[in-house]
């Protein structure tokens, strides 16, 4: 059976002068229009097309890809405004996706981007868009553990920090941090679990702790200084904002992981930037053997 509003395997059964139909199950024949059938597709072949309503509310596929499926959260833009129905969402196809009035959590304007979860209406069987996050969440209790890394989205900010959406499933707490990015909602990142808290509650964070964060950092610093030929422009003093952009961490992750490569002689600092070491290679001021004098003979 088709699932509408999500990518679908389906059989080329016969064609039209307007296209082919596809064997959707339940929904019965489904028209792909000729202009989405992909060159040297013959009958019986299976097509992955994505099955959504069009603009005259039949059921319809196509090989275009949307921005989300249904199930699937996504910051879209606001292209229209109808002020019987409710906003209207660019999601990558002819047909703009409808967010309704009972769907929204503050008014919209023309240009907007808001973050969505793609779903079938129960009652009229048409994909639309809400943005009460909440209303589609995993109700059971979480069972992340401390330190798993997860996938995130930033919903919005609050004094603490910033809520986020892990793993599409459950609402969390990224807590602001000393030097912190600056983030925004709808922006999808990876995080890790901090901690579990009663109520399932979830505090987050941008990075790893302790040596779990350290260890994968110092091979990744060690590897980006080897392909750049030895340095890198990076250290104590960098911007925060520089540091994520390159490792993707936090200056304290990141001084943290230098500390350890210099404290190991595996780097040293030349201001600007870090420079990788051979520990074989002797440095200025380290003991050496002193060569060993030839051995007189005793007398006799």
Same mark, same amino acid.
């Given at each position: 059976?088709?699932e509408?509003?999500?990518?679908?395997t389906?059989?080329?059964?016969h064609?039209?002068?307007?296209g082919?139909?596809?064997?959707?199950?339940?929904?019965?024949?489904?028209?792909?229009?000729?202009?989405?059938? $992909?060159?040297?597709?013959?009958?019986?072949?299976s097509?992955?097309?994505?099955?959504?309503?069009d603009?005259?509310?039949?059921?319809?596929?196509?090989t275009?890809?949307?921005?989300?499926?249904?199930?699937?959260?996504?910051?879209?833009?606001?292209?229209g405004?109808?002020?019987?129905?409710?906003?209207?969402?660019d999601?990558?196809? $002819?047909?703009?996706?409808l967010?309704?009035?009972?769907?929204?959590?503050e008014?919209?304007?023309?240009?907007?981007?808001?973050l969505?979860?793609?779903?079938?209406?129960?009652?009229?069987?048409?994909i639309?868009?809400?943005?009460?996050?909440?209303?589609?969440?995993?109700?059971?209790? $979480?069972?992340y553990?401390?330190?798993?890394?997860?996938k995130?989205?930033?919903?919005?900010?609050?004094?603490?920090?910033?809520?986020?959406?892990?793993?599409?499933?459950?609402?969390?707490?990224?807590?602001?941090?000393?030097?912190?990015?600056?983030l925004?909602?709808?922006?999808?990142?990876e995080?890790?679990v901090?901690?579990?808290?009663?109520?399932?509650?979830?505090?987050?964070?941008?990075?790893?702790s302790?040596?779990q964060?350290?260890?994968?950092l110092t091979?990744?610093?060690?590897?980006?200084?080897?392909?750049?030929?030895?340095?890198?422009p990076?250290?104590d003093?960098?911007?925060?904002?520089?540091?994520?952009?390159?490792?993707?961490?936090?200056?304290?992750?990141?001084?943290?992981?230098?500390g350890?490569l210099?404290?190991?002689?595996?780097?040293?600092?030349?201001?600007?930037?870090?420079?990788?070491?051979?520990v074989?290679?002797?440095?200025?001021?380290?003991?050496?053997?002193? $060569?060993?004098?030839?051995?007189?003979?005793?007398?006799?």
């Open positions: 059976m088709a509408l509003g999500r990518f679908n389906l059989t080329v059964s064609g039209t002068a307007h082919a139909y596809l064997d959707g199950g339940e929904h019965g024949e489904i028209l792909i229009p000729t202009r989405y059938i $992909p060159s040297g597709t013959q009958l019986g072949d097509l992955e097309v994505f099955v959504y309503r603009s005259e509310d039949r059921v319809i596929a196509t275009e890809r949307p921005l989300a499926q249904v199930g699937e959260f996504a910051t879209l833009q606001v292209v405004i109808n002020r019987q129905v409710g906003a209207f969402l999601w990558g196809l $002819p047909k703009d996706l967010l309704p009035f009972r769907e929204q959590e008014s919209l304007r023309v240009g907007d981007r808001v969505v979860r793609l779903l079938v209406d129960p009652q009229t069987d048409r639309i868009a809400s943005a009460r996050l909440n209303r589609h969440l995993e109700k059971k209790p $979480p069972t553990k401390p330190g798993q890394k997860v995130l989205i930033i919903t919005r900010e609050t004094p603490l920090g910033y809520n986020a959406i892990v793993e599409g499933a459950h609402m969390g707490l990224l807590h602001r941090a000393p030097l912190s990015p600056k925004s909602p709808g922006q999808s990142l995080g890790y901090a901690a579990m808290r009663p109520g399932g509650k979830i505090d987050l964070s941008l990075d790893a302790g040596y964060r350290v260890a994968p091979d990744q610093i060690l590897a980006k200084l080897k392909a750049a030929g030895g340095t890198l990076f250290d003093e960098s911007s925060p904002d520089a540091i994520r952009e390159a490792f993707g961490v936090s200056k304290k992750a990141f001084k943290q992981a230098t350890a210099f404290r190991k002689r595996q780097i040293e600092f030349i201001r600007p930037g870090i420079r990788q070491l051979n074989a290679d002797p440095k200025p001021g380290d003991w050496q053997p002193k $060569p060993v004098s030839p051995r007189q003979p005793k007398g006799r």
